[in-house]
C-alpha cells in the first residue's frame, strides 16, 4: 500500500488524527478548571494553573530537541505509535488522579509522550511530498491540531454534564485504541533507513553543529518561537478571556473560543498551503511572502482580542488570529525544507519546536499572574507589538536560494 500514488495523501490523514488527539488531550484541561476545582482544591488560584499548564510545556519544550534526534535516526512509524500510545494512556489515568501533585506529574509525563511526535510526524509528511503538494500536505496536517483544540474545549462541557473524570477516559480511550490503527496502516518512507543511508547520518551532534552554523536557521529559530507568544497565550488562555471579557459562563465560553480559532486556523492553513505551494512555482521566496500575511493579520488581532468587549469584536479579532496563524503555522516546515536537508529536518523542527514551547510556557506562567492581577486583555494585546519584530526579521533576512534543499547538503 505504501507504493501507492495516493498513499502520501493516506500517511496524511492517518496522522491527522494523531494531531487531533495531541492537542486535544493536552487542550481540554485549560477548558475543565473550574469542574476541577471542587475535587484539586490547589486549582482555585490562576497561578497554580498556570503552573500546572507550564510543566507540560517545559518538559516537552526540553524533550523536542532529543526528539528530533531520535525521529532522524529511527523508524518514525514505530516512534509515532509509541508516542500516542504513551500519552493517550497518560490522559486516561489523569481521569483517576486525586490530587493536584499526580495531575502534575502525570503532565509532565505527557510533555515527554507528545514531544515525540512533531518532528517525526512533520518529517514524514515531507518526506512523503514533493515541493508542488508539501505546504498544503502540512498545512491539512495541522487542521487536526486545530481540530483537537477545538474539541478539547468541548472538555468543559462533558465535564459540566458527566464529570471531568469522564472527560479524561474517555479521550485517553479512543487514543490507545488508535494506536493499534496507525500499527496496521503506518509505514515508514520506503528506503530511508537503508543500511547505506543510515550509515551516512554519522554523528547526530554533527547535525546540530550544522544547524546552529547557520544564520539563516536562528532566524527560522527566532521568527518561530516570538509568535509562538501569542499562540500558546490563545490555546491557554483566550477561553479564560472570553469568559471575563464577555461575562459568560466557562462551559460556554470554552467550545466558543476554541471553536472559533480552530474554524479560522482551519481555513488558514488550506489557504496559505495552497497560495505557498502555487507561489513557490513562480518565487523562491513565496513561502516566506505567505507566511508574512499570515504573521501580519494576528498583529491587529491581538490588539482587538485584548481591549474587546463585545461578542462580535473578540469573535472577529478571533477569527482573523486564527487564520493569520494558520497561514503561519502551514508554512514553518516547508520553509525549514528550503533551508535544511532531509537528514536533518526532523532534529531541525525539534529544535525549533523547543524555542516555541519555552516561549509558550513563559506567556502561559506569565499570563496566570496577569490574569490573577486583572491584566489579561492588556498583556495579550501588547503581544501584536513582539510578532511584527518577528515580521520584520523574517522579510528581511529569509531569503532562500532554492525550492528544496537537496539530502546531500547540510
Known amino acids: 500500500m ?30 475543565m478548571k473550574p469542574s476541577m476545582m471542587a475535587d484539586i482544591t490547589e486549582l482555585q488560584t490562576a497561578t497554580q494553573f498556570g503552573r500546572l499548564m507550564a510543566v507540560f510545556l517545559w518538559i516537552y519544550g526540553i524533550m523536542s530537541p532529543f526528539a528530533g534526534i531520535i525521529a532522524d535516526r529511527i523508524n518514525r512509524k514505530q516512534l509515532i505509535v509509541g508516542s500516542l500510545f504513551v500519552w493517550s494512556a497518560v490522559t486516561l489515568t489523569m481521569g483517576y488522579a486525586q490530587n493536584f501533585q499526580q495531575l502534575y506529574w502525570l503532565r509532565a509525563i505527557m510533555g515527554v509522550s507528545e514531544a ?13 511530498h514533493s515541493n508542488k503538494t508539501r505546504s498544503l500536505a502540512v498545512g ?7 481540530m483537537g483544540q477545538a ?21 485517553g480511550l479512543a487514543g490507545v485504541l488508535y494506536a493499534v490503527v496507525l500499527l496496521i496502516f503506518l509505514h515508514e518512507k520506503p528506503g530511508r533507513l537503508s543500511p547505506q543511508e543510515n550509515n551516512t547520518r554519522g554523528n547526530p551532534w554533527r547535525g546540530l553543529a550544522l544547524l546552529f552554523s547557520t544564520l539563516s536557521f536562528w532566524i527560522i529559530l527566532f521568527y518561530f ?6 499562540g500558546w497565550g490563545v490555546k491557554n488562555w483566550l477561553p479564560t478571556l472570553f469568559s471575563a471579557n464577555l461575562g459568560i459562563d466557562m462551559s460556554k465560553a470554552g467550545p466558543l473560543s476554541t471553536i472559533t480559532i480552530a474554524a479560522s486556523s482551519f481555513l488558514g492553513v488550506i489557504a496559505g498551503g495552497i497560495l505557498s505551494d502555487k507561489w513557490i512555482q513562480r518565487n523562491l521566496r513565496g513561502r516566506i511572502y505567505t507566511s508574512a500575511i499570515g504573521l501580519s493579520l494576528t498583529i491587529p488581532a491581538l490588539f482587538f482580542i485584548g481591549f474587546g468587549h ?23 516546515m516547508p520553509i525549514l525544507c528550503q533551508f535544511v536537508s532531509a537528514r536533518y529536518r526532523a532534529t531541525a523542527y525539534g529544535i525549533m519546536n523547543m524555542t516555541g514551547v519555552f516561549a509558550g510556557a ?9 490574569t490573577d492581577k486583572g491584566n489579561l486583555g492588556r498583556d ?8 511584527a519584530i518577528a515580521l520584520i526579521l523574517q522579510l528581511f533576512f529569509l531569503r532562500p536560494q532554492q525550492a528544496e534543499m537537496a539530502d546531500n547538503e547540510k
Do not use: E
Request: net charge neutral; proline share 4%; with cysteine.
Open 116 to 128: 515525540l511526535y512533531i518532528p517525526a510526524g512533520l518529517s514524514l509528511i515531507a518526506d512523503y
Open 140 to 146: 491539512i496536517h495541522m487542521t487536526g491540531l486545530y
Open 362 to 370: 513563559f506567556i502561559t506562567d506569565w499570563l496566570g499572574k496577569s
Open 225 to 230: 518561537a516570538v509568535p509562538s507568544l501569542p
Open 380 to 387: 495579550f494585546a501588547f503581544l501584536a507589538a513582539v510578532v
Open 2 to 31: 505504501n507504493q501507492s500514488p495516493k498513499y502520501p495523501w493516506i500517511v496524511v490523514g492517518l496522522l491527522w488524527v494523531v494531531a487531533l488527539l495531541n492537542y486535544m488531550d493536552r487542550q481540554m484541561l485549560s477548558t
Open 310 to 332: 463585545t461578542l462580535f469584536a473578540i469573535l472577529a479579532a478571533a477569527f482573523c488570529f486564527g487564520f493569520g496563524y494558520g497561514m503561519f503555522d502551514a508554512n514553518n
Open 151 to 171: 474539541l478539547g474545549g468541548f472538555g468543559a462541557t462533558i465535564a459540566h454534564h458527566f464529570t471531568w473524570q469522564t472527560a479524561f477516559q474517555g479521550f
